[in-house]
């Protein structure tokens, strides 16, 4: 392997590929987390439940509108599950310590992996990008999907939109000022369990954006809930549990660390990921961008 | 000493004693697959109790108590597979490697608290396990190792349900007196008030990773039965996964009682067989026992055993939690 600036290139482009998918997913985490001081073990399940309901709905629809579709009500059925999750659930264990939380949403995760297994059947699907996406672009001497490109630029909008959302919005303003102090907010007559719902709601809507944006790039299976729940919570932890930007940085380290990872030391590359986990854990617990708990 | 009363003092010892007689001469009436069943009750009561050294009397939410159950496992299946070590160095070995490991993890460890705490252990873990998965040369990758030997003497499946119940025991044994000496009791205090129990000129993370590692080690013991148990060892066994077991058996049985994580493993593996039988779907209803049990006692189930059980609890087996 040479390292020209065309490699170079490729493997930063698959970094923030990577990266985008891995930001999209742990920012709903942390928001969840920032605003409800939950850790919801079952966003991985979110995100696969997303993903197979893009494959169903562009293996349905058949033609080339079935990903745009799909890119649409994945999200949103996944935010409908959201909200079952946060009236059932979540609801009943806000007072709760963190150990009963922790277990009530790795149940969920039990849950849903079978109800999947149930509805979709254990076998790994696949669907393709649609056509306008499918090709690829060259830089230099190296091509690159334009799918990625793709996954970039809307990895992109969605933190300008988030931003957006949070810094320039009522819904924003009430979030921010739930993330400081919750109890203070309802005494000033907010409706806090309406914040904490449409929070949970806006966490699980990225879960699915995800899934559906990674369903044209992987095998679709049982088993992904995992292992991008536990990418998310190395991305979400990096960067502080509950910042935003930190979840921005902790993607872009965490996929580059991927990409150049697998490049230079195949077998190691995942465990410096974990060793990145522990090492900012161990030095800064809350994070790059976090503050500590209170 | 619990509830003060010698009586019932006594009568936990008492009841202690029958259901090991009850224990030893089970297999005399079982079939091979209770047997085979039982001997895996009997490690993961083990690997519960161990947990619950941290988390009941502790206070401390690890996620990665699962490592040293592993690495124990691992110790043993590479002593006795690779380097034709007997089984018994095996057995020794495991917990000396899986303590050595939660000493260091723990120390580390101990600079958290609470969230960052279980999320520190679970990284430590998923490290380990990503360690153990992808060093093919020394522990076989992901396919792990298969064939771990059995000495003649435990061919026999009572045979070897007699061996793991007796290392059991004798564990149980050893952190009965762990819990029950002044250091038990000062990790009690130390979960109940820390801040008081430092002004008390308790140290109370040394004490705190004292603990962590005699659990580890404890794990230890329960991974290196495991894997001579099953013959073979694999990443699985470190998966965090792996990790929520005991977290479940403890809070199935209840964390403030010291057999309660065993009787979470008895309930947890006959649920798990008699949905077994029945469905495919065992994850599922696990899932929803576990939720039940959480929705159920919105204070939690520590409080619910705190509160309710223990006077029910405490008559029969001794007292755990401090006043």
């Known amino acids: ?96 310590e963190h150990v009963v939380q922790l277990l009530a949403t ?47 630029t809307w990895a992109l909008i969605l933190a300008a939109a988030l931003w957006l959302l949070i810094y320039r919005t009522g819904l924003g303003r009430l979030i921010r000022a739930a993330v400081e102090d919750a109890e203070m907010l309802e005494a000033l007559g907010v409706n806090i369990p309406r914040i904490f719902s449409s929070v949970f709601i806006i966490g699980a809507f990225l879960a699915g954006l995800g899934g559906v944006l990674v369903a044209p790039r992987g095998s679709i299976g049982l088993g992904m809930d995992l292992d991008i729940l536990i990418e998310a919570f190395v991305v979400a932890v990096i960067g502080g549990l509950g910042s935003f930007p930190g979840a921005l940085l902790g993607a872009g380290i965490i996929g580059m660390m991927y990409s150049f990872g697998t490049q230079i030391a195949p077998q190691m590359a995942m465990a410096f990921v974990f060793l990145a986990m522990v090492i900012v854990l161990i030095i800064r617990p809350w994070g790059l961008f976090g503050e500590p708990e209170r | 000493m619990a509830g003060g009363s010698s009586t019932i003092w006594r009568s936990g010892w008492f009841w202690a004693g029958l259901a090991v007689v009850g224990l030893a001469l089970y297999p005399q009436f079982a079939s091979r697959y209770y047997i085979v069943l039982s001997t895996e009750v009997v490690i993961l009561a083990l690997l519960a109790t161990s947990y619950n050294l941290i988390f009941g009397y502790g206070g401390m939410v690890s996620f990665g108590h699962a490592a040293f159950f592993g690495l124990g496992a691992y110790a043993m299946a590479l002593l006795t597979k690779n380097y034709g070590s007997p089984m018994l160095v095996g057995l020794l070995a495991a917990p000396v490697v899986a303590a050595a490991f939660a000493f260091v993890i723990g120390w580390f460890c101990m600079r958290t608290i609470r969230l960052y705490f279980a999320l520190l252990s679970l990284g430590f873990a998923q490290l380990v396990w990503v360690i153990v998965r992808q060093w093919r040369e020394f522990t076989g990758g992901s396919d792990g190792i298969q064939g771990v030997p059995r000495p003649e003497i435990l061919a026999s499946h009572a045979n070897n349900y007699y061996f793991a119940l007796a290392v059991t025991i004798l564990c149980m044994l050893v952190m009965w007196f762990i819990v029950n000496s002044p250091f038990g009791w000062s990790l009690r205090a130390i979960r109940e008030n820390t801040q008081r129990s430092q002004f008390l000129g308790i140290n109370d993370r040394f004490y705190k990773l ?21 013959k073979w060892a694999d990443p699985e066994l470190l998966f965090w996964t792996t990790s929520a077991n005991p977290v479940l058996m403890s809070i199935l049985g209840g964390m403030f009682n010291y057999v309660g994580p065993s009787i979470g493993a008895v309930a947890f593996v006959a649920l798990r067989e008699i949905i077994k039988v029945r469905t495919d779907y065992w994850p599922l209803v696990l899932g929803l026992v576990l939720l039940t049990l959480v929705l159920a006692l919105p204070g939690g189930i520590v409080g619910f055993v705190a509160e309710k059980a223990r006077p029910l609890l405490s008559a029969r087996k001794g007292e755990t939690r401090a006043p």
């Open chain 1, 1 to 96: 392997m040479t390292w020209d600036i065309g490699t170079i290139i490729l493997l930063i482009m698959s970094g923030l590929h990577h990266a985008s998918i891995l930001f999209i997913v742990a920012a709903g985490l942390t928001l969840v987390f920032g605003v409800l001081r939950v850790i919801n073990m079952a966003h991985g399940s979110l995100y696969m439940i997303g993903a197979f309901v893009a494959a169903s709905v562009i293996q349905q629809t058949g033609g080339a509108g079935g990903f745009w579709l799909a890119l649409l009500a994945a999200p949103v059925a996944v935010g409908l599950v959201g909200a079952v999750i946060e009236f059932g659930v979540l609801r009943r264990i806000y007072q709760a």
């Open chain 1, 106 to 152: 790795y149940a969920l995760i039990l849950i849903f992996d079978d109800l999947v297994k149930m509805i979709w059947g254990a076998e790994y699907k696949s669907v393709s990008a649609p056509a306008a996406l499918a090709g690829s672009i060259r830089i230099g001497d190296q091509s690159v999907p334009v799918y990625n490109l793709f996954v970039i």
């Open chain 2, 210 to 230: 004292i603990a962590f590692t005699i659990a580890g080690a404890f794990a230890g013991v329960a991974g290196g039965l495991y894997s001579q148990f099953q």
